[in-house]
């Protein structure tokens, strides 16, 4: 759907800090919209995929894009109907100009805010050009820096963006120390997290590349699939840190994972099997065993 009509569906909102009482109608249009819509997609384009059992979860029938790279858009304000919100913060990594990335539509049509990194200093020029027009006078609410994020600096930097204690979104996307990284943080304490996940790795594969605070992805290796963790890495990891599995979304990029006292029986908890969805760009050109054989040689760390 284009973004105009999504925008349309939301006049009247854009004003406002989102609010539980807002999601369950806006869902609905939402839903009467898109709902289903990437899954079924995918079922046409790729039916190995869906018989494999992906497009089967609950989060898939929420899944809308007004801003996000997928549907993560309409996940988010269904995980955040199911679990309300506090202070309406959020803190993103990996965004380029920030038009294409998870906490935009919340910045932008929901009076959220917040702290965006970029490692990129022409995106993050841009990034700030994009905030400054949308925003206009509330401009402030959105910070954007510039800065390579590491396990070593990641809570300094989260506390010079004047981020600490708890906050309702964490949104991780560096393709490459992903893991190491969300492992490292202490200073925020989110109340969701969504993390890109390497479908590469399989489901079963317990694995993250090993640690490089100076690591770039295609500088690894030229195939692009060496990057980031598996799902099951991800989620003893986040098991760790007191979360659980709530789902990922069809296109096999992003997993959500919710903190347990903010769950409170309201999300339902997926296994790695039950939640797992290969990435349909790269499942139709080899398998999953296909793919980890281009990389299996590389430095891999199992957790």
């Not at 894009?65 to 997928?70: E, P, T």
């Not at 206009?136 to 600096?153: G, P």
């Not at 692009?224 to 990922?248: F, P, V």
Request: charged share 25%; hydrophobic share 40%; with cysteine.
């Amino acid at each position: 759907m284009p973004k105009n009509i999504l925008r349309s569906i939301i006049h009247g909102v854009t004003t406002k800090a989102l609010r539980v009482a807002d999601l369950p109608s806006l869902l609905g249009k939402l839903a009467a919209a898109q709902r289903y819509n990437a899954a079924l997609q995918l079922r046409a384009n790729y039916p190995d995929i869906a018989a494999a059992g992906a497009c089967q979860q609950p989060l898939h029938r929420y899944e809308a894009k007004v801003y996000s790279q997928h549907g993560e858009d309409g996940i988010l304000l269904h995980l955040f109907d199911a679990t309300g919100v506090t202070d309406r913060r959020f803190v993103e990594f990996g965004i380029e100009d920030g038009l294409e990335c998870n906490a935009a539509n919340l910045a932008l049509n929901f009076g959220w805010s917040g702290l965006f990194l970029e490692c990129d200093a022409e995106m993050v020029r841009s990034a700030r050009r994009n905030y400054a027009i949308r925003l206009k006078a509330h401009a402030d609410r959105v910070r954007i820096e510039q800065a390579m994020v590491t396990a070593e600096n990641i809570n300094a930097t989260l506390e010079q963006g004047g981020m600490r204690g708890e906050i309702d979104l964490l949104s991780v996307d560096i393709d490459g120390n992903d893991y190491w990284v969300w492992k490292a943080i202490t200073a925020i304490q989110p109340r969701i997290v969504a993390i890109e996940y390497n479908s590469s790795f399989g489901p079963e594969r317990s694995l993250t590349v090993k640690y490089d605070p100076s690591f770039s992805r295609y500088e690894k290796h030229d195939s692009g699939l060496y990057y980031g963790a598996s799902l099951a890495a991800l989620t003893k990891l986040a098991d760790e840190k007191g979360y659980l599995l709530a789902g990922c979304d069809s296109a096999g990029v992003n997993a959500f994972y919710v903190r347990r006292d903010a769950a409170d029986g309201r999300v339902r908890e997926l296994s790695v099997a039950d939640a797992f969805v290969p990435q349909y760009v790269r499942i139709v050109e080899k398998t999953l065993d296909e793919q980890f054989d281009v990389i299996k040689g590389m430095p891999l760390e199992t957790v």
